[in-house]
């Protein structure tokens, strides 16, 4: 069965930090990577995706990830964040086929003090 | 153009009781989702409906959860006879189904069962 781990359930940081949020991942087979992003009040939206091509990875609003196959790993990276950034990120796979249903971590809750 | 919506936005019912949730898709969009976050058991997956063909209910919990889609288009997810444990966010996302695709999600419903 699939599962994502993300390390970090609650991270602090002042303004302008860098961020690594890990994710790793078990999937037995090719997979679709994604990082969610719920700002206080908001629903889910897409932070940035990895289906394939280059492992590094571009988003909104600043934000990267890097797909390490050897390590099953997509952390998510930011090299300074914002008061803004203060949200929960998940981390999430997929399968090519089939229903493609994502399997997600269980969330990172990031603070940004100012 | 319009994003995923869902309603009621939230809901408050009496343990026993049945609950129908609602989810209006992206036009055109003919792969539909439903999910529930918890808080603990984080984002999981209930079911899959993909254009005509036949619902995967794999994640459904129990029998008393149940979902159809009218149309290829809006969805209901219904539960009898809810429990105290039902309570959580019921979130909804649709994708264009041609594969490698984005889920977009909805702002979600969150049900509390007293």
């Known amino acids: 069965a699939q599962s994502v781990s993300q390390h970090n359930h609650h991270v602090i940081l002042s303004e302008a930090a860098s961020l690594e949020l890990g994710c790793n991942y078990s999937?037995?087979?090719?997979?679709?990577l994604f990082w969610y992003v719920q700002y206080p009040g908001q629903h889910l939206q897409l932070l940035l995706k990895?289906?394939?091509?280059?492992?590094l990875v571009k988003g909104i609003k600043g934000f990267e990830a890097e797909f390490i196959k050897s390590k099953f790993s997509f952390n998510l990276r930011k090299p300074s964040v914002q008061w803004s950034d203060t949200a929960e990120y998940f981390c999430?796979?997929?399968?090519?086929?089939?229903?493609?249903?994502?399997?997600f971590g269980s969330g990172t809750r990031l603070q940004v003090q100012p | 153009g319009a994003g995923v919506s869902q309603s009621p936005s939230n809901k408050v019912t009496e343990k026993g009781k049945d609950v129908e949730l609602r989810c209006d898709p992206i036009?055109?969009?003919?792969?539909l989702y439903w999910y529930r976050q918890s808080l603990g058991q984080g984002l999981e997956f209930l079911i899959y409906?993909?254009?005509?063909?036949?619902?995967?209910k794999s994640g459904l919990p129990s029998d008393r959860f149940s979902a159809e889609r009218t149309g290829g288009s809006v969805s209901t997810l219904t539960i009898q006879r809810t429990q105290q444990e039902d309570s959580a966010v019921y979130l909804c996302?649709?994708?264009?189904?041609?594969?490698?695709?984005?889920?977009?999600f909805g702002p979600g419903t969150r049900l509390l069962v007293l």
């Open positions: 999430a796979v997929n399968g090519r086929t089939g229903r493609r249903a994502l399997t």
């Open positions: 996302a649709s994708t264009s189904g041609g594969g490698g695709e984005t889920q977009y």
């Open positions: 036009s055109g969009h003919t792969a």
């Open positions: 999937y037995g087979g090719t997979v679709n």
């Open positions: 990895y289906f394939s091509g280059d492992p």
């Open positions: 409906f993909q254009g005509n063909s036949a619902p995967d």
